[in-house]
């Protein structure tokens, strides 16, 4: 939930990068870290383990300029995939503002696609969010690899009312990266117009 | 949605930091700051120029997210209270009425029955302030949000460099 400061004129929401093992969550925090100038950034945090595997979360604190005289931060957090930490999936899900799915785009991930949009779901479920409520994109990733199911089977798939904006990547080369950022950012900031 | 919207206002940051200040003092500290349970720098005090304050402020939030998962399995309700020692600073963290956390890193000029006694002093006072702080958040004649009149146009505008 965004953080509003009057005294310090900031406003600071969460958004959190959600999807199935291996499905380049990291990664796109890391394009997003070696892209970004070093005035609008803080340091990346990467809690992980020795084979680069996310093992609690990955931080990443950026600063996107000015909304009338408030400055707007975005903290952006992956989650770990691997099924066995749900108890932290969970964890880093409080409090959030905007979610990004990442999809895996390969044949053989699809199963572990859904498992994981179901788990999203859930857990968001538990903490009284509702998926179709809140701020939230798809990224179909890994758009460079040659055994990659059609974009209608992912959309068919994992965005079947076509109403959540979806995004084509291939993130380690950027392509969709920030382009998924911008449209969440600013469901975020739509939202905080609204008043919610 | 889950919780209140987290907001502060002038008046309760200056009370904040007034205690920050004079805990940094009075337990011959090195930094004081205060978090949310989110992650988000609320205060700071002391010495922290050389420090990552937000960095920090993330990972004392993952940190407490991680105790409190770990005090629910054993059905406890929370473990209020860590300490961290280390060789030449130590890191004391207090949860303070459910909802922020304060820290208080202290090197061997202090001592932890020291630090522990005067949390437990700042820890009341910040208690009142958030409390007061909640019940303006929720109290619905007081200002909307700024973000109400934002414009599709200024959002745009935040993208366009
Ligand atoms: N070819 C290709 N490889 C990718 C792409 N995105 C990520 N990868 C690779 O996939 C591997 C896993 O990426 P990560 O970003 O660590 O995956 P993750 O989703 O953070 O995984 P967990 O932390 O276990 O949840 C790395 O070797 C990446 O380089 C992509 O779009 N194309
Ligand atoms: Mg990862």
Known sequence: ?196 | MADPQLVMYEEEFVQIQQVCDKLIRDANALVVFIVDKNGQLIATSGDYEHLDTTSLASLTAGNIAATGGMAKLLKENEFATQFHEGEKQNIHIQIVGQRVILVVIFDERSSLGLVRLRVRKANEHLNDIFESLLRKVQDPSIGNSPFAEITDEDIDNLFND
């Not at chain 1, 953080?3 to 925090?29: A, D, H, M």
């Not at chain 1, 859930?122 to 990733?141: A, F, M, R, S, T």
């Not at chain 1, 460079?144 to 089977?153: K, T, Y």
């Not at chain 1, 392509?175 to 600013?186: E, H, Q, R, S, Y």
């Open chain 1, 1 to 196: 939930m965004s953080f509003i400061n009057y005294s310090s004129r900031e406003i600071n929401c969460k958004i959190v990068y959600y999807g199935p093992g291996l499905c380049g969550k990291t990664t796109n925090l890391q394009y997003i870290y070696n892209r970004t100038s070093p005035t609008a950034k803080g340091k990346m945090i990467s809690l992980a383990t020795e084979t680069e595997r996310t093992l609690f979360f990955d931080f990443l604190p950026l600063s996107l300029g000015e909304i009338r005289g408030f400055k707007t931060r975005f903290h952006l957090y992956t989650v770990p995939g691997q099924v066995f930490y749900d108890a932290s999936r969970k964890l880093i899900l409080k409090g959030v503002d905007g979610v990004v799915f990442v999809a895996d785009s390969q044949i053989e991930r699809m199963e572990a696609n859904l498992e994981s949009l179901e788990n999203l779901r859930y857990n968001l479920q538990e903490q009284g969010y509702d998926l179709d409520k809140i701020p939230y994109v798809i990224q179909y990733n890994k758009r460079d690899l040659p055994n990659v199911a059609s974009v209608e089977e992912l959309k068919s798939l994992l965005n079947p009312s076509d109403v959540v904006p979806d995004f084509e990547a291939s993130a380690p080369n950027g392509m969709g990266v920030f382009d998924t950022l911008k449209a969440v950012a600013k469901l975020v900031l739509t939202e905080l117009k609204r008043g919610r």
